[in-house]
């Protein structure tokens, strides 16, 4: 049984540009966080998507947006990127009812140069 | 807003010995859920441990235990018996409202053989 899996593993980009991340949840889950973990700091909640739809959000601005598909699989988009969105972008998946029980993919690195 | 703090940037035990990392945390609810994260070299999250803070039982997975002192609004870690592999950064996280994990910024653990 496949964990949580994201890619790419990492990623280098310029100021300016555009980026997307991917994830697919582990098995039967439903429900996929993103979080951004700068480096030497925990990870920040960024948003959370259940049902094709966006259901909560973290102090992020609206260059970070997202998307779930029918399969639950996720995008996470960021937009103009700036020096500081360098850092490590995890995935996690649950399953709406049990969100105790959340499940890590091992990230994708970001650097902006 | 929650907020987790682990007041310990780096902490170091011998191999086979019992070390404890700190953590308390700030909320208004009375309900609600805490959990020790390891993030080793491979960057993934894995679940250490989690607690219910409507249970008043300490949290129990194998060597490693916890100390919820709810009134006190603290959450330590106990590693006994500590091995090489348990050398790693730990995170201590208390799920919010709306199921987004608050994260505190880390404690690194080295274990010395």
């Known amino acids: 049984d496949a964990g949580v899996t994201q890619s790419p593993t990492h990623l280098i980009k310029t100021r300016g540009q555009q980026v997307t991340l991917r994830c697919s949840p582990k098995?039967?889950?439903?429900?996929v966080s993103w979080y951004q973990q700068a480096l030497g700091q925990g990870p920040q909640f960024i948003f959370q998507?259940?049902?094709?739809?966006?259901?909560q959000r973290g102090n992020f601005p609206d260059r970070f947006s997202g998307h779930q598909f029918p399969n639950y699989s996720s995008e996470l988009n960021v937009n103009a990127l700036l020096l500081g969105d360098s850092a490590l972008y995890l995935c996690?998946?649950?399953?709406?009812?049990?969100?105790?029980?959340?499940?890590f993919g091992s990230g994708t690195q970001l650097s902006v140069l | 807003a929650q907020t987790v703090t682990q007041s310990q940037p780096e902490m170091s035990v011998q191999e086979a010995e019992t070390v404890t990392l700190s953590c308390t945390y700030d909320?208004?609810?009375?309900?609600?859920?805490l959990f020790w994260y390891k993030q080793p070299p491979s960057r993934q999250m894995i679940l250490v441990i989690r607690?219910?803070?409507?249970?008043?039982q300490n949290a129990t997975e194998n060597r490693f235990s916890v100390n919820f002192q709810k009134a006190a609004k603290s959450f330590s870690l106990k590693i006994s018996d500590s091995q090489l592999g348990d050398a790693a950064m730990y995170f201590c996280?208390?799920?919010?409202?709306?199921?987004?994990?608050?994260f505190g910024a880390g404690t690194i653990l080295r274990v010395k053989s």
């Open positions: 996280a208390y799920r919010e409202y709306g199921n987004k994990l608050v």
């Open positions: 098995s039967g889950h439903d429900t």
């Open positions: 909320t208004s609810e009375s309900d609600y859920y």
């Open positions: 607690q219910e803070a409507y249970k008043q």
């Open positions: 998507y259940y049902e094709e739809e966006e259901r």
């Open positions: 996690a998946s649950s399953l709406q009812g049990a969100q105790e029980k959340l499940f």
